[in-house]
């Protein structure tokens, strides 16, 4: 995963109106993923996931959108798409966890055998793998024009990467404006258990 602070006018990407993007010193902010659900999770297949931190309109409620997303299973796309709203569509993989050097590198292609976007991320000092740490985040979802919530709670460990992307200009995720831009943060998030509940409506706060 990386983590980008992207100028606010270069992103043509629009989430859903129920919500905008947290914008600070006019740069918001853009997270990426590629995912490897292994044996013994409840699905296995690849994931190119890209997501926006946001406020929900009128709510002092934050978390992060989804707005781009791939996968590679048929059921992963219809379940996505029924519990959370998320826009899924199909892609291929390429994913490696042993490349020269260590670290991961992953690539997808859509349908039409259009590349979406590659990234190599190299190791480097950071959290032993036998520090196991808990997360909670969340989610938010626009379901039928009403604001879904989940509270992702999941624990991993924790390893610091350098990470490089490349984007070609017909890839959807030009739209996010990261072409020229290098990731603030990446890191790998090595044998994570995820648990991640159906959405549930939420009232303003």
């Known amino acids: 995963m990386s983590a980008w602070s ?14 905008e ?3 600070i010193a006019g740069r918001m902010f853009v997270t990426g993923a590629f995912v490897d659900y292994e044996p013994g999770s409840t699905l296995t297949y690849g994931e190119l996931a890209m997501g926006i931190v946001v ?5 002092q409620r934050y ?24 826009p899924k569509e199909m892609a291929r993989f390429e994913l490696d966890r042993r490349p020269p050097g260590g670290g991961f590198s992953g690539a ?9 976007g590659k990234a190599r991320f190299e190791l480097l000092p ?4 036998r520090v196991r740490l808990p997360f909670s985040l969340p989610d938010l979802y626009s379901i039928q024009g009403q604001v879904g919530e989940t509270q992702d709670s999941f624990s991993t460990s924790l390893r610091l990467l350098r990470g490089s992307w490349s984007i070609p ?4 995720m030009t739209a996010l404006g990261l072409a020229g831009q290098k990731p603030l943060l990446s890191f790998w998030m090595r044998d994570f258990a995820l648990t ?3 959405a549930t409506p939420v009232a303003h706060r």
């Open 55 to 59: 406020k929900q309109r009128g709510a």
């Open 108 to 116: 997808a292609w859509d349908e039409r055998g259009r590349l979406l």
């Open 196 to 198: 991640l509940p159906a």
């Open 126 to 129: 950071g959290l032993p793998r």
């Open 6 to 19: 992207v100028p606010v006018h270069r992103c043509s990407l629009r989430v859903d109106p129920v919500f």
């Open 21 to 23: 993007p947290l914008v």
């Open 63 to 86: 978390g992060a959108a989804t707005p781009l997303i791939w996968v590679d299973s048929e059921q992963s796309l219809r379940g996505g798409r029924a519990l959370w709203n998320l």
């Open 169 to 172: 200009n017909s890839s959807p």
